[in-house]
């Protein structure tokens, strides 16, 4: 009985390492390129569809037009192609700043176009 006990919490342990395991690579995927991570952040605002859907652009104008200050900060503009609408200012949610932090790519909002 003792030993089933100690391998039921093998198990377990096992588990939660694995479970821990999958959802570091999941973030580490939807984090590898600026495509990646900007799509993440679109789904998370709660535009799925519009992640999934809507091309993606370097914003080449306002890069160069901005490129000390982006170039800092390390990160470039990116555009969605159709970008989703925001419900309560019917804003268009086009322009997006993408950076490297480490490995990984973070993007954040930059304003409507």
């Keep these: ?27 580490m995927v939807l984090h590898a390129t600026p495509h990646a991570a900007l799509r993440t952040y679109v ?4 535009h799925p569809i519009a992640a999934l859907t809507s091309p993606i652009t370097e914003d080449d104008s306002r890069n160069e037009l901005e490129q000390t200050a982006f170039e800092e900060r390390g990160g470039r503009i ?19 700043f993408v950076r490297k932090v480490g490995p990984f790519y973070l993007a954040e909002h930059y304003g409507g176009g």
């Design 78 to 96: 990116y555009t969605l192609t159709d970008p989703p609408v925001e419900r309560a200012t019917q804003g268009r949610l086009e322009s997006y």
């Design 1 to 27: 009985m003792i030993q089933e006990r100690l391998h039921k919490g093998e198990m377990s342990v096992k588990k939660g390492l694995l479970s821990i395991g999958v959802t570091c690579l999941v973030l």
């Design 43 to 46: 789904c998370l605002m709660g």
